[in-house]
Structures are given as C-alpha cells and as structure tokens.
C-alpha cells in the first residue's frame, strides 16, 4: 500500500510540474504571438472583437472600453484574434454579404489596404522572434553567458575527428567557412549536419590548417529517441575522472590501485598519450589526449591531492561574460538567427527523407521538455522558452493555409494581381491546409506516444 501512494504521489508531482510548465509556456507564448496581431491591428484602425487563449466554450473573460472580449477558453491549447469583418477567428473569409455602414467599414479588417492586412498577419510570427530576442538579450546582460572557447581537448580514437587529423590543442577558427566563436559552435553544427561533409579551419600551434571531415550519425536514446551527428571531439568544459581510466598508452591500469594510475599519468604529462575508460555502451571509449604538467600540478601528490580528475586543457577557457544592453542585444539576435537557421535545416532534412520522421514531436513532447527544463531551473526554462518562441514564430511563418504563411502567400498573390483571391479559392485551399495541420497533429502525438511506451 505504501509503495502504491509513493508511485501516485510522484506521478501526481510529475503531472503537476510537467502540465503547469508546459501551460505556463505556452500561454506567454500564446498571448505574445496574438498581441502581436492585437497591437498592429489597432495601430491600422482595424476593431479587434475577441482576444482569446485558448479555444471553445469561454471559462473567463471580460470586455475592454474598447469592445474587444478577452477571455480564456476551455481548451488552453493555442488562442486567436478575431478582428471586426473576420467570417471566422482563423481570417479564413469575411462578411461582404452583410450591409456594411461606411464607419463600419473603416474599422473591419478585409476592407484594408493589402498591406495593412499583410502587416498584420506577420506580426503574430514576427513579435514572437522579437520576444525571443529581448528575453536572451535580459538573459546575457543580467546572468551573462557562458563562453566556452572553440578549443579542442581530445579527440576520439577511430572517429571521423582523429580520420580528419584533428589533435588536442587544435583551436577551430572556422566551420564551413563561418567563424567559430565557441565550442557550441562546433558542437550544433556537427549536430545539425548528420553525415553531411563539413570543413574546418583550425590553428595548431600558430599554423592554420584546413580539415575535412564526415561526422557519423549516432542515435541518442532517451524518452525521445533522437538522431544527431557527431565527430568525436570533446572541449575544454570536458575531464576525466582518474578512477575512471581503464588503460594508459595501452597499458591496463588497476581500479583498486589509484596511486599506480596517478603516476602512470604523471609520466606522460606534457606529451601527447591515450587514455580508454570503462564504458558499457562503447567499447571504444578511448582518446588521445596532451595535457599539462601544469594544470595537472597534484597529479603524482599521493599525499595530499588536489583533484580527482585529469585537467585536459590549461587557462581559463570557461568564462561567464556580462554583456551591455547594445551588446545583449546583439547576442540575442545572433541566437535567434542561428536556432532558426539550424531549425529550417533540421526540418528540410526531415521532409527530405534525410532525418527520421519520428523526430516530429507534439504537445507532449513539448510538455515534456517543458517539465525537464523547469527541474533544471529558471534560466533553463527561460531559455526554452525562446527556443519555442522562434519555432512558432518559424512554424507559423510555413506557406500552409490556415497558417500565417499561407494567408501572407494569398495577400502576396493578391498585391500581384490586383484583386484578392476568389473565394472558392481561398476555400479549398483552407481546407487543405486544415487537413493537412490535422493530419500532421495527430501523426506527431501519436509519435510522441509510441516513443513513449515502446
């Protein structure tokens, strides 16, 4: 009875956790991405009837001075703004067989300028990138950034990294031809690019040198199986624990024997020499290493030693800068550009046949990293939370009718000709595009469901 209130007092915790972070997140989410159409649609002079998070049946809500009903609904899973002349909350058509009065046609949404309307439908992606941007800028300017230099430590023995010719020591300067300004650089490249050929310039020991390599794809199994590249290098952030090592230079070391192992590093310090480790899941877990005497001081100290753990790199390679306002701001657009960038990619990688399917996620595998992140703390789900600010912002951007995209094609369509896409037109092609998004719902959750429970 005991262990059956134990399991139902954590799930009841995990459900309350996951669920209120995930709810949390996407209702700032929500109202950002629809006070994004709510303010440039008033800035126009066009009359927002409802503001809503959520869809259905109304839970709570109330009526502003100037006529729009705000309110929260049943189902918290999105939220719209229906603007004055709106058939329906999606702008999918519009009333012109009702009689209009002229001041009412002034305020009503389909009898603006083309622009205007387009100006209004990119504004709920558009605030979404701006928000993601402002909320990293406060990030860095009031909790500073990590900064790990594009240094690397070791490198994997049989990996495409050691194929390549890279050794400890080398610094990236450029990946693919774009500059390296830390080892996460190099880390969600690679990650990014799967089996694709990458080129990298590094320096070693003041001499520039040009390497080619092909990462390998590696599956990274976890509640959601996930498909990466990787090329075998670790950075100065990464150490080894002594009582860890297995063999040095080949050499079997004794795991009851400490002191034996300690020296047999102490001998090979200042030179380049391998190390393996005990490892259940890679029977090649071994690199090549070069570190220093220096940074590794207490190593032959049997007496009294500093560290349990082999240092790899010297100097401060790991430091938290404090960035101004213009500078923050810099780095949170750099930030955006680049998730979305390595966002567009991923997806034209899955729609290619390049990346697996079953790494299309849903609500839940949201909700679940939602929940991750808040156990990892506030700066994490802070910054998850503008992960999923440019993903929607992207994702609505996505030439799909019923989405934002697919309204801003049909406008670009009507600047062109002159005259606004027929209605029969503009029918069909909602439809479509709503069964489609369906379709395209339900294959993702029941993937996240099948990760789940096989």
């Known amino acids: 009875m005991d262990a059956f209130f134990t399991f139902a007092q954590m799930f009841f915790e995990n459900v309350w956790l996951y669920g209120a972070s995930f709810l949390l997140v996407l209702t ?73 009065s002229e001041e009412d046609k002034k305020v009503a949404f389909f009898t603006q300028p083309v622009w205007k309307r387009a100006s209004i439908v990119a504004a709920g992606p558009g605030i979404n990138f701006v928000f993601a941007i402002i909320l990293l800028a406060g990030l860095f300017a009031f909790n500073g950034k990590v900064e790990v230099a594009p240094v690397v430590t070791a490198v994997q023995i049989g990996s495409p990294a050691e194929e390549a010719g890279f050794m400890p020591h080398d610094r990236v300067l450029e990946i693919n031809g774009k500059k390296a300004r830390r080892f996460g650089d190099i880390t969600r490249s690679v990650t990014i690019a799967l089996d694709d050929e990458m080129t990298f310039l590094v320096d070693r020991d003041g001499e520039q040198e040009t390497l080619t390599v092909k990462p390998e794809r590696i599956v990274i199994e976890g509640r959601f199986d996930q498909e990466i590249g990787r090329i075998g290098v670790l950075g100065p952030s990464s150490g080894f624990l002594i009582s860890e090592i297995d063999e040095i230079n080949g050499v079997a070391m004794n795991e009851e024997n400490i002191a034996a192992t300690r020296q047999a590093i102490d001998k090979n310090l200042n030179n380049q020499f391998t190390v393996k480790f005990k490892s259940t899941t890679d029977d090649n877990m071994a690199f090549k290493v070069a570190p220093s005497r220096e940074a590794n001081a207490s190593i032959a100290d049997q007496e009294s030693p500093m560290f349990d753990a082999l240092i790899l790199v010297d100097g401060p390679y790991r430091t938290t800068v404090k960035y101004g306002p213009v500078e923050a701001l810099g780095e949170g657009v750099s930030y955006t550009w680049g998730v979305t960038v390595d966002t567009m990619r991923a997806m034209g990688q899955i729609f290619s046949g390049t990346r697996s399917l079953t790494e299309l996620g849903g609500v839940i595998r949201i909700a679940s990293f939602a929940g991750d992140m808040a156990q990892q703390g506030l700066i994490a789900l802070i910054i998850f939370t503008a992960l999923i600010s440019i993903n929607l912002g992207l994702i609505n951007l996505f030439p799909i009718p019923l989405l934002d995209g697919g309204h801003l094609v049909m406008y670009a369509v009507e600047a062109v000709k002159g005259k606004p896409v027929s209605e029969k037109t503009q029918e069909y092609a909602f439809r479509a595009g709503m069964t489609f998004l369906i379709f395209l719902m339900v294959f993702a959750n029941l993937n996240d469901i099948l990760q789940l429970i096989l």
Do not use: Q
């Open 28 to 100: 700032i989410l929500v109202f950002v991405h629809e006070w994004g159409h709510f303010i440039v649609a008033r800035l126009c002079g066009v009359r927002v009837e409802v503001f809503s998070i959520g869809f259905g049946k109304e839970v709570w809500g109330y009526t502003a001075k100037n006529g729009t009903r705000w309110k929260f609904s049943l189902l918290p899973l999105g939220g719209y703004v229906k603007m004055f002349g709106d058939a329906d909350p999606a702008s999918a058509g519009h009333g012109e067989a009702v009689a209009y």
